[in-house]
């Protein structure tokens, strides 16, 4: 088993998500909001985060994997789709870690072309430095050094999401 280091506390996730929850809040005052998690890292924060948000909210998942290709056309795959229409909807994109923004540049583009009246895009976790896709993140949690973390939704080999904090597999 790999040593882990914890980089974020759990009463330092739940503090930021409440904080981005207030945010979301406030610019969509009276409306409805649809929060799109991306599966399966997402599921955590998305949920915590609807859970603080005072406005209707509606949760739609999908599931997209990258695979080694130069493109962004290629080499991305849409395993789950929406079930339900964003059009003219307020829609944020939950995402649990951007780093070269490959993915999520597909994803706002395959969701535009659904029509949806605002789309925004929030995680948790973003490390700037790995960015090679220009992608514009409305919410950001933490700013985090370039290593590979784990936990609150994050994964190595499908294990470590159910912890509630967030670590880096030591060095």
């Given at each position: 088993m790999e040593e882990l280091k914890v980089l974020i506390e759990e009463e330092r996730i739940q503090k930021k998500v409440e904080e981005i929850a207030k945010k979301i809040e406030k610019d969509y005052e009276g409306k409805e909001i649809t929060l799109i998690c991306i599966l399966k890292g997402s599921t955590f924060f998305t949920v915590d985060l609807a859970?603080?948000?005072?406005?209707?909210?509606?949760?739609?998942?999908?599931?997209?994997?990258?695979y080694?290709?130069?493109?962004?056309?290629?080499?991305?795959e849409l395993k789950l789709d929406l079930k339900e229409s964003i059009e003219n909807k307020d829609v944020i994109i939950v995402e649990d870690i951007i780093d070269t923004g490959r993915t999520l540049?597909?994803?706002?583009?395959?969701?535009?072309?659904?029509?949806?009246k605002s789309l925004k895009l929030c995680t948790l976790l973003d490390k700037p430095e790995r960015r090679v896709y220009d992608v514009k993140v409305d919410y950001v949690g933490f700013e985090i050094p370039d290593k590979f973390v784990?936990?609150?939704?994050?994964?190595?080999d499908e294990i470590y999401r159910n912890l509630p904090y967030i670590a880096y597999i030591g060095e």
């Open positions: 859970k603080k948000i005072n406005n209707n909210v509606k949760i739609e998942f999908i599931q997209v994997s990258s080694g290709a130069s493109t962004v056309s290629k080499g991305i540049s597909y994803l706002i583009e395959h969701l535009k072309d659904r029509n949806p784990v936990g609150y939704g994050l994964d190595y």
